[in-house]
């Protein structure tokens, strides 16, 4: 190894040039919006990596030994004002630092014979200027976030401190109208109503003769003789002091008065033990009546509510019992004719069968045959024989069946208050059963129950007789039955 290698790594330009690669690589700019300062840090970053490539790629033995004493010299300069850039933050230090650079650079430049290696340094330099511009640019961007967000937040507190300033202009403002109108008030007035200041002036006048008046009646009071109420009133005092003995009297009667009234007192409100509670008296005694009555009271208006209740839930069943009750004696009432007519039938029957049995007999007597009966073979005996049974026979005739059909229209009537009976003691348990469905056409099954229920009272009974209880001799009914023959024989014939 030569003497010239030697010397170029062992110069004491390599550990200051070692420093300012530390440097270059960590220095920083506070405010990098100034495109100047940012092209200042990024261009000294790109030559001190070009130089520290050159560096590496240079043929020592090429270099006279002289050149790196001046790269000493610049070298250290370079340094000491990146140290007091990053003490003091000036720019200044910085660009002062490109002037040695640029020196430091025209050195070295002669002897970078190598291209390719060139090309490498100048592309590494290129990157870190390129690396550098695009932090700062980063940064630059990010630092106008923050001032953009800043100068809205600070846009929002001007715009706040700008409303507080209206309202407080506006209230400002009406107190200085309020102002003007007490001005207006106090000193000018209106031509409905005197200023205060007017007020105040006539008050003063109006005092000023208060005064005078008062003074006359100082002098009226005390300093008119015999005349003077000062005297006037010497003279009430003396004549109080006469009536003073008259007083005591009336004073003793009051308290006579009074002691019977704290009696009476007593006697109606009571009188008070020693824990101070007042105990007895009529008061006490009319409100312990009166506690009792409203107890009374309340008592009987639950037996009231409670009668008051039963009775409305007995009413709907009473008018259905009501009902039934009518229909029962009224169906019972028929018992009664049913039994006579249909006594009236059988005996009607017995005297038809009595009257055939005596009217068949020709003769009776002691001798056998005892009993001798009409010949019935001849016709002539047959129709003599009817013609002596008839006007007996028709009249019992006409009986049994008048009988039998008042005993029908009897025990027709009796069913249909039987059926009206049953449909009134039914009702109101169809309607609780009613009331107890679930079903939606409830209302419908209520309007039938209730359409039957007044339908079955109503009707009246006797209208399923109607027309029926027409009375007819034997001889009409005879008639009408040859009248109806003659018309279904006419019928036929056609």
């Known amino acids: 190894m030569s003497r010239w290698v030697l010397?170029?790594?062992?110069?004491?330009f390599k550990e200051v040039w070692k420093n300012i690669e530390?440097?270059?690589?960590?220095?920083?700019?506070?405010?990098?919006?100034?495109?100047?300062?940012?092209?200042?840090?990024?261009?000294?970053?790109?030559?001190?990596?070009?130089?520290?490539?050159?560096?590496?790629?240079?043929d020592p033995e090429l270099i006279p030994s002289s050149t790196w004493k001046n790269f000493l010299g610049q070298s250290q300069p370079c340094l000491t004002q990146l140290e007091a850039y990053n003490k003091n933050r000036n720019i200044q230090h910085v660009i002062q630092a490109n002037a040695h650079i640029d020196n430091l650079l025209s050195y070295l430049k002669p002897y970078s014979v190598s291209s390719s290696e060139q090309v490498v340094a100048y592309n590494k330099a290129v990157m870190d200027y390129a690396e550098g511009m695009s932090s700062g640019l980063v940064n630059f961007k990010n630092k106008v976030d923050i001032?953009?967000?800043?100068?809205?937040?600070?846009?929002?507190?001007?715009?706040?401190?700008?409303?507080?300033?209206?309202?407080?202009?506006?209230?400002i403002d009406g107190i200085y109208k309020e102002l003007e109108e007490l001005r207006k008030e106090y000193f000018s007035?209106?031509?409905?109503?005197?200023?205060?200041?007017?007020?105040?002036?006539?008050?003063?006048?109006?005092?000023?003769?208060?005064?005078?008046?008062?003074?006359?009646?100082?002098?009226?009071?005390?300093?008119?003789?015999?005349?003077?109420?000062?005297?006037?009133?010497?003279?009430?005092?003396?004549?109080?002091?006469?009536?003073?003995?008259?007083?005591?009297?009336?004073?003793?009667?009051?308290?006579?008065?009074?002691?019977?009234?704290?009696?009476?007192?007593?006697?109606?409100?009571?009188?008070?033990?020693?824990?101070?509670?007042?105990?007895?008296?009529?008061?006490?005694?009319i409100e312990d009546r009166k506690d009792e009555l409203d107890k009374f009271k309340t008592l009987q208006e639950k037996r009231y509510l409670a009668l008051n209740n039963q009775i409305e839930e007995l009413l709907p069943g009473a008018t259905s019992a009501g009902l039934?009750?009518?229909?029962?004696?009224?169906r019972k009432s028929f018992s009664k004719p049913i039994a006579q007519y249909s006594k009236l039938f059988y005996l009607s029957i017995v005297i038809l069968i009595f009257i055939a049995f005596i009217s068949s007999i020709e003769s009776a007597g002691t001798v056998s045959p005892y009993i001798t009966f009409i010949d019935v073979s001849n016709l002539q005996n047959l129709v003599k024989n009817l013609a002596h049974k008839l006007p007996f026979i028709l009249p019992v005739i006409w009986l049994a069946m008048f009988a039998s059909k008042r005993r029908s229209e009897a025990l027709r009537?009796?069913?249909?208050?039987?059926?009206?009976?049953?449909?009134?003691?039914?009702?109101?348990?169809?309607?609780?059963?009613?009331?107890?469905?679930?079903?939606?056409?409830?209302?419908?099954?209520?309007?039938?129950?209730?359409?039957?229920?007044?339908?079955?009272?109503?009707?009246?009974?006797?209208?399923?007789?109607?027309?029926?209880?027409?009375?007819?001799?034997?001889?009409n009914l005879g008639l009408d039955t040859i009248v109806n023959q003659l018309e279904k024989i006419k019928a036929l014939i056609k």
């Open 324 to 330: 039934a009750t009518a229909y029962r004696v009224m």
């Open 189 to 285: 007035g209106s031509d409905s109503e005197k200023s205060v200041q007017e007020k105040i002036i006539l008050l003063i006048d109006q005092t000023e003769e208060i005064r005078t008046k008062i003074l006359a009646y100082h002098d009226e009071l005390l300093d008119s003789g015999s005349d003077s109420i000062s005297e006037i009133i010497k003279e009430a005092k003396d004549k109080s002091i006469n009536n003073s003995s008259e007083i005591s009297e009336l004073l003793d009667q009051t308290e006579i008065q009074l002691k019977e009234l704290k009696s009476f007192y007593l006697k109606v409100v009571g009188k008070e033990n020693d824990e101070g509670v007042v105990s007895g008296g009529l008061k006490q005694e």
């Open 7 to 12: 010397e170029f790594n062992n110069h004491p």
């Open 413 to 475: 009537l009796q069913q249909e208050y039987a059926h009206k009976e049953a449909i009134s003691k039914s009702y109101q348990s169809f309607k609780n059963q009613i009331d107890a469905l679930q079903s939606e056409h409830k209302e419908q099954l209520m309007e039938k129950l209730l359409a039957a229920a007044i339908s079955a009272v109503s009707t009246n009974a006797s209208s399923t007789l109607d027309g029926k209880h027409e009375e007819k001799t034997p001889i």
């Open 147 to 171: 001032l953009y967000s800043s100068m809205k937040e600070q846009s929002e507190d001007i715009n706040s401190t700008r409303e507080k300033v209206l309202e407080n202009y506006n209230e």
């Open 22 to 58: 530390d440097i270059s690589n960590s220095i920083t700019l506070d405010d990098e919006s100034v495109e100047s300062d940012v092209e200042e840090i990024a261009r000294f970053k790109k030559v001190v990596t070009y130089i520290s490539n050159i560096l590496i790629s240079v």
